[in-house]
């Protein structure tokens, strides 16, 4: 088990090490970007000769070097947390960051939450309760809930409630504190944006995976050892069912949160990651842009490492020992 | 036998409703099962073993099943009155099962242990340290060796054998008095199956249990059972003492279903299949693949079960006068002409 989970690190430092290297390379074969040719017309004007100032802007990125040695600033900068200047915040890098993600966090976190336990438990009802009129519902809702827009749902809920209802807040303001009840309250309805899909496709595993298990002969065992129905499905259908359900829901989590995210925070105009990312693709401000992609790319390849640990303590079957 | 006793299912009909119609799985069955006595049901595929057995205690899936008419009385009690509560508070403690394939009997993801505890401890009284004592001595008791040390194993790190005896200590574990197992040694090699079965009968003496044994292996039955209820599409065939069944078989089913053995005589199969469960035919279920039916048996219900001398009742017109016997092959026809002419 020791040697799996060393293995298992090391396998993701490698993949982290690949994938920045991948983005390193795209990166730097990329041309001249919108702010170094706003950099340059900037420094036309103060009288400098174009060539020049092109000249100069390129050995400010560092692009005087060799690729190598680009490539060696680019690792040692992220690895000591130097990941640049973000020209649209005239911040580095790492101070928007640090400043933005817990916006993200204190919507994202509640709605996975929420959806991870509702749609959990709404599966495993449809499940044990397979062609009831109750399962048809949820599979209404689920399919609703997949097929709604998240910007559409996001626009006619600030419709119906912020302005016809006026009951919530039709966008984000940062003078609440994090956490104040004001803020709670103009946080619902991002919530509920946000968790209303993650809940259905959650759901939907959930029931599939679970159905599985529900004419299990072995589930017919618990049943005639005098188990309460409860029992039975939380002990002898739920827990199997976890296994496939884990790796679902580390992907699809992440996938789900973070592009609704974005959609969200736009929308909303919560500062969160999303929206500062967002901003950053429109201003082509380069490193900020690297630094909210590898984020979630550093989220997920940590959400894959606990995943695998998970399945060797949920599936006593599998055995990485020997691998 | 005047003691009352111990299960008595009196004209059980359980029905499952299906898109292609009423599936009339078990329809009005009747035995009795006496205090530590091994009662074998046997029947072919389909025959309705299983459902009868899962009926007792309300297995079925419901729906689509439902137990749509009949009792069935335990110790007195009618089960099919009583609250889902109230059957539930029986499972396990007081009635153990025992199914057909150990391979699927176990959940995987639990330990052997936890799920011979999971059975102590939904019914007695006791702490974890003492449940998890007595599900190794349990696990003794059913022959698994080191038991201290594999109460802590998985299923899966047992053979197929292994396994079965793990689920036979989890139907013991509450000192059941009667045991339901349904067909526990088909999915096990023939060595194997020699074994579970000394179990059963060393467990039987041992506990005093009652047991109703399912099988379609007449050779199982003829090592295990005190008495026998041939079953055959949803409908009691014959019943009776062992000896009764294979000496001196009554019914034109039981007769080929003996037939069947491998013996002396050489392989006979039994023309034909079963017949559609969802509209049965009138008259005898059997009549179609019987050699002795007549017109009789191809109207109205089923016969009646007609008390034979000794434990030993049949379902057939043959013997309506309560003994008699199956009238000459070449007889039949000849009969037939005679009710024709009176009719």
Redesign the interface.
Same mark, same amino acid.
């Given at each position: 088990m020791k040697a799996y989970i060393a293995k298992r690190l090391a396998w993701t430092f490698f993949a982290t090490w690949v994938t920045l290297t991948i983005t390193f390379i795209l990166m730097d074969l990329s041309p001249i970007s919108a702010s170094g040719a706003e950099f340059v017309d900037q420094q036309v004007q103060a009288g400098m000769d174009a060539d020049e100032a092109r000249e100069l802007y390129e050995e400010q990125l560092g692009y005087g070097d060799t690729m190598w040695d680009r490539y060696v600033n680019f690792m040692v900068g992220l690895a000591t947390l130097d990941w640049g200047l973000s020209t649209t915040y005239n911040q580095p890098v790492v101070d928007v960051i640090a400043n933005s993600w817990i916006y993200s966090f204190q919507y994202v976190f509640p709605a996975t939450v929420i959806s991870v336990v509702l749609g959990f438990a709404i599966g495993l009802y449809s499940a044990t309760h397979q062609y009831t009129r109750e399962d048809y519902a949820a599979t209404l809702f689920a399919f609703t809930g997949i097929s709604l827009p998240n910007f559409w749902f996001a626009i006619m809920l600030i419709l119906i409630f912020g302005v016809y209802l006026g009951w919530f807040p039709i966008f984000y303001s940062t003078e609440h504190g994090l956490l104040s009840l004001e803020n709670a309250h103009q946080l619902v309805l991002p919530v509920v944006v946000l968790s209303t899909s993650a809940i259905a496709s959650e759901m939907r595993y959930a029931r599939a995976e679970s159905l599985e298990y529900v004419h299990a002969e072995f589930v017919k065992t618990a049943r005639a050892k005098g188990l309460s129905e409860g029992q039975v499905t939380v002990r002898h259908i739920f827990r199997p069912a976890m296994v496939p359900l884990i790796t679902i829901l580390v992907g699809d989590i992440l996938g789900l949160l973070f592009a609704g995210g974005y959609v969200i925070e736009v929308i909303f105009q919560i500062p969160g990651l999303g929206l500062v990312s967002y901003e950053a693709i429109i201003q082509q401000d380069m490193p900020l842009v690297l630094a909210t992609v590898l984020v979630p790319v550093f989220i997920a390849i940590i959400g894959n490492l606990i995943q695998d640990l998970c399945y060797t303590i949920l599936d006593p079957r599998i055995d990485f020992g020997d691998r | 036998m005047t003691e009352q006793p111990l299960l008595s299912i009196r004209d059980l009909k359980t029905h499952f409703h299906t898109d292609d119609g009423v599936v009339k799985a078990v329809d009005g069955v009747s035995f009795d099962v006496h205090r530590g006595e091994t009662v074998c049901i046997v029947g072919e595929s389909g025959s309705g073993k299983s459902v009868t057995s899962e009926s007792i205690?309300q /297995?079925i $899936?419901m729906p689509p099943g439902e137990i749509v008419e009949g009792s069935v009385y335990y110790d007195g009690n009618d089960i099919t009155t009583m609250t889902e509560d109230g059957v539930?508070?029986?499972?396990?403690?007081q009635i153990?099962?025992v199914?057909q394939?150990p391979q699927?009997? /176990?959940? $995987?993801?639990?330990?052997v242990g936890y799920?011979i505890r999971?059975?102590i401890l939904?019914?007695r009284d006791v702490s974890k340290a003492e449940a998890r004592e007595l599900a190794v001595e349990l696990l003794e008791e059913v022959g698994i060796p080191e038991a201290p040390t594999r109460v802590d194993d998985?299923p899966?790190e047992f053979s197929g054998g292994m396994k079965q005896r793990v689920?036979i200590a989890?139907?013991l574990?509450c000192d059941p008095e009667m045991l339901i197992a349904d067909e526990p040694t088909t999915a096990l090699d023939v060595t194997i199956e020699a074994q579970i079965l000394d179990l059963f009968r060393h467990l039987q003496q041992e506990l005093d249990m009652s047991i109703i044994f399912i099988t379609h292996d007449l050779g199982v039955v003829a090592e295990i059972a005190d008495r026998v209820v041939v079953m055959y599409a949803g409908k009691v065939m014959e019943t009776g003492s062992v000896e009764k069944i294979f000496e001196n078989p009554a019914h034109p089913y039981t007769k080929a279903l003996l037939e069947c053995l491998p013996g002396q005589a050489g392989l006979e199969p039994i023309p034909g299949a079963l017949p559609s469960v969802t509209d049965p035919p009138n008259g005898c279920r059997f009549h179609d693949r019987c050699p002795y039916a007549i017109d009789m048996c191809r109207t109205g219900e089923q016969p009646p079960l007609h008390d034979l001398p000794g434990d030993h009742a049949v379902s057939c017109i043959h013997y309506e006068d309560g003994d008699g016997d199956l009238p000459e092959l070449e007889d039949v026809d000849r009969m037939d002409a005679a009710i024709g002419g009176a009719r």
């Amino acid at each position: 088990m020791k040697a799996y989970i060393a293995k298992r690190l090391a396998w993701t430092f490698f993949a982290t090490w690949v994938t920045l290297t991948i983005t390193f390379i795209l990166m730097d074969l990329s041309p001249i970007s919108a702010s170094g040719a706003e950099f340059v017309d900037q420094q036309v004007q103060a009288g400098m000769d174009a060539d020049e100032a092109r000249e100069l802007y390129e050995e400010q990125l560092g692009y005087g070097d060799t690729m190598w040695d680009r490539y060696v600033n680019f690792m040692v900068g992220l690895a000591t947390l130097d990941w640049g200047l973000s020209t649209t915040y005239n911040q580095p890098v790492v101070d928007v960051i640090a400043n933005s993600w817990i916006y993200s966090f204190q919507y994202v976190f509640p709605a996975t939450v929420i959806s991870v336990v509702l749609g959990f438990a709404i599966g495993l009802y449809s499940a044990t309760h397979q062609y009831t009129r109750e399962d048809y519902a949820a599979t209404l809702f689920a399919f609703t809930g997949i097929s709604l827009p998240n910007f559409w749902f996001a626009i006619m809920l600030i419709l119906i409630f912020g302005v016809y209802l006026g009951w919530f807040p039709i966008f984000y303001s940062t003078e609440h504190g994090l956490l104040s009840l004001e803020n709670a309250h103009q946080l619902v309805l991002p919530v509920v944006v946000l968790s209303t899909s993650a809940i259905a496709s959650e759901m939907r595993y959930a029931r599939a995976e679970s159905l599985e298990y529900v004419h299990a002969e072995f589930v017919k065992t618990a049943r005639a050892k005098g188990l309460s129905e409860g029992q039975v499905t939380v002990r002898h259908i739920f827990r199997p069912a976890m296994v496939p359900l884990i790796t679902i829901l580390v992907g699809d989590i992440l996938g789900l949160l973070f592009a609704g995210g974005y959609v969200i925070e736009v929308i909303f105009q919560i500062p969160g990651l999303g929206l500062v990312s967002y901003e950053a693709i429109i201003q082509q401000d380069m490193p900020l842009v690297l630094a909210t992609v590898l984020v979630p790319v550093f989220i997920a390849i940590i959400g894959n490492l606990i995943q695998d640990l998970c399945y060797t303590i949920l599936d006593p079957r599998i055995d990485f020992g020997d691998r | 036998m005047t003691e009352q006793p111990l299960l008595s299912i009196r004209d059980l009909k359980t029905h499952f409703h299906t898109d292609d119609g009423v599936v009339k799985a078990v329809d009005g069955v009747s035995f009795d099962v006496h205090r530590g006595e091994t009662v074998c049901i046997v029947g072919e595929s389909g025959s309705g073993k299983s459902v009868t057995s899962e009926s007792i205690t309300q /297995l079925i $899936p419901m729906p689509p099943g439902e137990i749509v008419e009949g009792s069935v009385y335990y110790d007195g009690n009618d089960i099919t009155t009583m609250t889902e509560d109230g059957v539930r508070s029986l499972r396990g403690s007081q009635i153990g099962h025992v199914f057909q394939n150990p391979q699927g009997a /176990l959940n $995987p993801v639990y330990t052997v242990g936890y799920q011979i505890r999971e059975a102590i401890l939904s019914h007695r009284d006791v702490s974890k340290a003492e449940a998890r004592e007595l599900a190794v001595e349990l696990l003794e008791e059913v022959g698994i060796p080191e038991a201290p040390t594999r109460v802590d194993d998985y299923p899966h790190e047992f053979s197929g054998g292994m396994k079965q005896r793990v689920v036979i200590a989890i139907a013991l574990a509450c000192d059941p008095e009667m045991l339901i197992a349904d067909e526990p040694t088909t999915a096990l090699d023939v060595t194997i199956e020699a074994q579970i079965l000394d179990l059963f009968r060393h467990l039987q003496q041992e506990l005093d249990m009652s047991i109703i044994f399912i099988t379609h292996d007449l050779g199982v039955v003829a090592e295990i059972a005190d008495r026998v209820v041939v079953m055959y599409a949803g409908k009691v065939m014959e019943t009776g003492s062992v000896e009764k069944i294979f000496e001196n078989p009554a019914h034109p089913y039981t007769k080929a279903l003996l037939e069947c053995l491998p013996g002396q005589a050489g392989l006979e199969p039994i023309p034909g299949a079963l017949p559609s469960v969802t509209d049965p035919p009138n008259g005898c279920r059997f009549h179609d693949r019987c050699p002795y039916a007549i017109d009789m048996c191809r109207t109205g219900e089923q016969p009646p079960l007609h008390d034979l001398p000794g434990d030993h009742a049949v379902s057939c017109i043959h013997y309506e006068d309560g003994d008699g016997d199956l009238p000459e092959l070449e007889d039949v026809d000849r009969m037939d002409a005679a009710i024709g002419g009176a009719r």
